[in-house]
Nanobody
């Protein structure tokens, strides 16, 4: 029902910045929490940041002070501003959204992911 498409990934040097975007489309009804997760080769997928509909945020300790998550409810979009990037930030970043017609009748939707590579 809902499609999430990420964009903005790419190759960046250590210390650089990238801004990821994710747009939700289709039969949305209502988007609740949204977030960004990442998965590096050989590692489990981990939470990067989440944001509720009213703007409450949560970050992984590894990205606090460097990443900022935000959303535009009118556009059904969520963003991840990544500054001071490190090589360990290299991963496929996935957009996530809890979507449904109600709090109870909601499900988690995922995008296809966008590659972020931090290397000199």
């Amino acid at each position: 029902q809902v499609q999430l498409v990420e964009s903005g990934g790419g190759l960046v040097q250590p210390g650089g910045s990238l801004r990821l975007s994710c747009e939700a489309s289709g039969t949305i009804f209502r988007i609740y929490a949204m977030g960004w997760y990442r998965q590096a080769p050989g590692k489990q997928r981990e939470l990067v940041a989440t944001i509720t509909r009213d703007g409450s945020t949560n970050y992984a300790d590894s990205v606090k002070g460097r990443f900022t998550i935000s959303r535009d409810n009118t556009k059904n979009m969520v963003y991840l501003q990544m500054n001071s990037l490190k090589s360990e930030d290299t991963a496929v970043y996935y957009c996530n959204a809890d979507v449904g017609r109600s709090v109870v009748l909601r499900y988690s939707s995922w995008g296809q992911g966008t590659q972020v590579t931090v290397s000199s």
